[in-house]
Each structure stands twice: as C-alpha cells, then as structure tokens.
C-alpha cells in the first residue's frame, strides 16, 4: 500500500483500510470539503490570524504535553537508579511495562485538568 510505511504488519493495513472505509462511508470527505468552501474560512484566513492560531496551538500542545514529559524523564530516571542499584539482578523486563502503567495513571490523574483546559481553549477561539 503506497500510502504506509513498509514495516507495518498485514493487520495494521487492515485497520488503516477500515478508518477510510469508515472516514469516506460516513461523509467525511464531503464534510472537509464543505468546511474548506465555507464563507466563514475565507474570513477568518489571513496571515495574521494563521500566526495568532499556530502559535495558540504550539502554547496548547505545550501544555498538555509538558506534565507527562516531566513524567516521563522522572520515571526514566528512576527507573535507572533502581536498575543500578540492583546490578546483579536484570530488573529492566520488570520496569519497563511498570513505566507505561505509572504514565497511564499519570495521564489519568491529569485528564480532569486537561479536559479543562480543551474547553478553556475552545471557548476563547
């Protein structure tokens, strides 16, 4: 498929066919199209305004993602100390899916706060 990188497994281009079966079955072509040919783009495009919106979105992903990259550092550095602590012993196989549930649990103590901040945002544009 020219469309997918090469390393992908056969089941992952048949889940990749099923979202556009599913994007082009449901409308979603004609929807994009529809919003790009609207009078409301036309007046909300300008260079300006495209720089205040990039900008609003780089602030935006910096904020969601800053928590859980500190997060992420913090348990990586953790997880080293604890692995040099314990020399004789191979502890990576142990901590390694140990990391990805204390992000999960993480991202769960933060979702109430960045559904908050979704909505602050997409109330001031």
Do not use: C, Y
Not at 26 to 49: D, I, K, M, Q, Y
Not at 69 to 96: D, K, N, Q
């Amino acid at each position: 498929m020219p469309a997918l990188p090469e390393q992908l497994p056969p089941v992952a281009a048949l889940f990749a066919l099923l979202a556009a079966i599913a994007f082009l079955e449901t409308g979603g072509a004609a929807r994009v199209a529809g919003a790009l040919a609207s009078p409301l783009l036309s007046a909300h495009f300008s260079w300006p305004n495209v720089a205040k919106a990039f900008a609003a979105s780089v602030d935006l992903a910096f904020a969601l993602a800053a928590p859980l990259a500190v997060a992420s550092v913090l348990l990586e550095t953790g997880s080293a100390l604890i692995a040099r602590a314990a020399t004789p012993a191979f502890v990576g196989p142990v901590l390694a899916p140990l990391k990805s549930v204390a992000l999960l649990g993480l991202l769960a103590l933060f979702f109430d706060r960045i559904a908050e901040l979704l909505v602050v945002v997409s109330r001031s544009w």
